[in-house]
């Protein structure tokens, strides 16, 4: 009987010190406060713009720099040390309208510009690891722009649009919502028609070629609310490292959104995070969940697939929340149980942002180098601002073309490119103003038009601008 005595005086011993299980103990010495203060804090997931636009023009009307009712907003930010949430424009999909996907996902991304241009002391929007970083040391939010659902993409417009989106600093994309579309099939398995058709199969062609063209860019694949199908097919096409920028463990919360431990561990070989949501459905059988939960699932992943590869994405504003994480300013309660439970400074540090940080980092760092960011490029100055609202649906956009340094202007190189399409533009010598007369009507508000040039030595410069349709 004394040897069982020790043996288990043993086993619990060794628990505690070797386990980041619920057995652990805090560290001594180890602050929660001083570690989520001087942590660079980054969010996988939010659904915050959705809220900031208007429900019938979907203008942005409502400013989060001050105290609101929402999950998120500058102010609670700044209490809960969030640093760099990743803002998705979020849009299910319009079956069969591919015009209303696009202006959707356009009026968020929008909304997102409209907001730092609302609170230009508190918020930049930084579309690269090097300007979130800048952004954080500035002590401003690193607002970084993200895409949950491509039904804005389609066969005759996806790799023009997709370019788009990486002008107007588009980080990672998450090709569904849970219902199939053009690129691959969602975690529902249906089609978003009325009748919610079946459907079959992984990732297409299309969705392969997409995925092949964000590794180019430096894009994140986001594997949250694919199919399993879809993943898997993705993880064999995808040379970086991918992110689930908000699910949970299957095994701990059986549900189609969650990743399964295959799952999981492909991700571990393929370098990526999967940013723990904290949407009490996707965690627990209790309706309302806690803190406690959202860690339980932290703990699995990182004792099946190591501390580098788990970080968060809460879902705010998308999703209801814990009893205890009712809002960004209590995200400090998480860093508290996870000392609670035993993890060290530098894991918990990886957990609340450095491995996304490190994600985003690989896939840029493996994307093919843009020859437009070397070298002296012609000078594109639009004639419309970001969010410009205009009175017609046939506009004529134009910019002005300079070259005050550097190898003259190739005109041969000037394209136009309307929602993902390119069209052949008009070029003034006298002037140096392109320009492109639209004859056909645009279909919904909101769209987005880029200006290209290229100089005789290949240097290549684009701009690119949201633009809104009131008539």
């Known amino acids: 009987m004394k040897n069982k005595f020790l043996f288990l005086l043993f086993t619990i ?8 299980s619920v057995l652990a103990q805090p560290t001594p010495g180890q602050d929660a406060d001083s570690i989520h203060s001087k942590a660079t804090v980054v969010d996988g997931h939010i659904d915050t713009m959705m809220h900031v636009v208007d429900d019938d023009t979907w203008l942005p009307a409502l400013d989060i720099g001050e105290e609101t009712s929402l999950h998120v907003d500058i102010p609670k930010l700044q209490a809960g040390g969030l640093n760099a949430p990743l803002f998705a424009a979020y849009t299910s ?7 209303r996907s696009i202006s959707r996902t356009l009026a968020l991304i929008n909304a997102l510009y409209w907001t730092e241009e609302q609170n230009l002391n508190d918020l930049k929007i930084a579309a690269s690891t090097k300007e979130i970083r800048q952004a954080v040391k500035n002590n401003k939010i690193a607002a970084v722009p993200a895409i949950e659902g491509a039904y804005s993409m389609e066969e005759h417009n996806a790799i023009g649009l997709l370019h788009q989106y990486n002008d107007l600093g588009i980080k990672a994309i998450g090709f569904n919502w849970n219902y199939s579309n053009a690129l691959g099939e969602g975690a529902n398995r249906v089609y978003g028609d009325p009748e919610r058709t079946p459907s079959e199969g992984g990732l297409t062609d299309l969705g392969a070629e997409v995925a092949r063209e964000m590794n180019k ?21 995808t040379e970086a490292p991918v992110i689930a920028s908000h699910s949970g463990v299957n095994a701990l919360k059986d549900h189609q959104r969650n990743l399964t431990d295959e799952q999981l561990l492909a991700l571990k070989e393929n370098g990526g995070v999967i940013n723990i949501v904290f949407y009490p459905v996707f965690l627990t059988d209790n309706p309302q969940g806690y803190v406690e939960d959202v860690v339980d699932h932290i703990d699995y992943a990182v004792n099946l697939i190591g501390i580098d590869h788990v970080g968060l994405g809460s879902d705010f504003d998308g999703a209801s929340m814990p009893a205890d994480l009712q809002d960004a300013s209590q995200l400090p309660n998480i860093t508290e149980e996870l000392v609670r439970r035993g993890y060290s400074k530098p894991e918990i540090e990886k957990i609340l942002g450095k491995n996304i940080l490190r994600v985003i980092q690989e896939a840029e760092k493996l994307a093919e180098n843009d020859p437009s960011k070397r070298g002296v490029s012609p000078d594109i100055m639009p004639s419309y601002e970001m969010g410009e609202i205009i009175d017609t649906r046939t506009p004529e956009l134009t910019a002005e073309i300079a070259t005050k340094r550097g190898p003259a202007v190739d005109e041969n190189s000037f394209r136009v490119i309307v929602d993902g399409m390119e069209y052949e533009p008009e070029y003034n010598r006298e002037t140096s103003v392109l320009s492109l007369q639209l004859t056909e009507n645009l279909e919904e508000r909101f769209h987005v038009v880029t200006f290209e040039a290229a100089n005789r030595a290949g240097k290549v410069s684009r701009e690119t601008r949201i633009f809104y349709i009131n008539d």
């Open 93 to 99: 999909g319009y079956y069969d309208n591919n015009p």
């Open 217 to 237: 860019l430096g894009i994140v694949i986001d594997v949250s609310h694919m199919s399993r199908n879809t993943f898997w097919d993705v993880m064999e096409v």
């Open 13 to 20: 011993f060794f628990l505690c010190f070797n386990s980041t």
